[in-house]
Structure formats: C-alpha cells, structure tokens
C-alpha cells in the first residue's frame, strides 16, 4: 500500500470538488434524474456527512483502539431525514472543503501507523486500517463518477430536442 499516494489523492478531491460544482445553478444543483437517483447537491452533502462522521472517525478508532464500536451510520437515511436536496451547496462544499483539510493534515500528523490494524466488521469480517484508508480515497473517485454523470445528464436536458451522441454516450 502507498498510503502516501492516498493521502494525495485524499487532497486532491478536496481542491477539485469546489472547481467541479462551483457556480451551478440551484435548480441544476438539486435536480434529478428520477426519483431513485442523488442531485449534485445531495451528493456533496453526502460527501460532507460522510468526512465528518465516516472514514476519519473509523479510521481513527481502528488505529487507536480496533475493539471500540464504531459509531452507526446510515447514509441513504441520512439524505432523507436532513433534507439533503434542502441545503445550500455553497455552504455544503465549504464544509466538506474545510473537513477535508483538517482530515489531510491529520494523516499526514499521525507518522507511521500500522495499516494492517484490524476490526472486525460485522459486514465485512477482517478489516484492516489500510483497508479504511484505501476505501476512502476510493469513495472519492465512486462520486466523482456520480457527479460526472449528473452533469452529463444535465447537458442532455439543456440540450432539449438535439442529441449528444456526438460526444458519446454514457
């Protein structure tokens, strides 16, 4: 593992999501495809919850103490009970943007862990720190492909009658 290459990808995310979404409209911020599928903003919202009470508090605990619990989450709850599509996604990125620097400075801080600390998961069984860590970079990227394909699929709407097969399809 190249934790460091994480690390790196970690912060990278966090510079290119504000330059990805910034300056959208509300409507295209909160619009969707259809009702199963996340808007823009409820993604970066998601994003946000998901620094703040995820990847970095697990990891932390694995590192410190793999025989506490980890706290619950419930993401797909999470975006109906706080009203994700409600918020403002100015505020939304600047907090992700913000939590995200604060997590990078804190694995760059923490020296040489031990990646191969393990929890058990109930889902998942052995779980190792580096398990964590790769994950959460890797999460970045999964929505960063879910952003792309709104903003394509807003491209298409805006384009009305006319077609992108031009460009290729998704």
Not at 4 to 33: E, H, T
Request: charged share 25%; hydrophobic share 40%.
């Amino acid at each position: 593992m190249d934790p460091n290459a994480l690390i790196a990808s970690l912060d990278r995310f966090g510079r290119i999501l504000p330059v990805l979404v910034g300056g959208l409209p509300a409507d295209d911020a909160n619009w969707k495809p259809d009702a199963t599928s996340w808007s823009i903003l409820e993604i970066v919202t998601h994003l946000a919850d998901e620094e703040i009470e995820d990847f970095r508090r697990r990891l932390e605990l694995t590192l410190t103490d793999p025989s506490m619990d980890w706290p619950p989450i419930d993401p797909e709850g999470w975006a109906v009970e706080r009203r994700y599509n409600e918020g403002d996604l100015i505020k939304t990125v600047d907090l992700f943007v913000s939590r995200r620097r604060e997590s990078v400075a804190w694995l760059r801080g923490v020296g040489n862990p031990d990646w191969s600390v393990t929890k058990v998961h109930p889902k998942f069984g052995p779980f190792f720190a580096g398990d964590l860590l790769t994950a959460w970079a890797a999460h970045d990227t999964l929505h960063l492909r879910q952003l792309s394909k709104r903003m394509y699929e807003l491209n298409c709407v805006a384009g009305g009658k006319f077609s992108s097969r031009y460009a290729g399809e998704w």
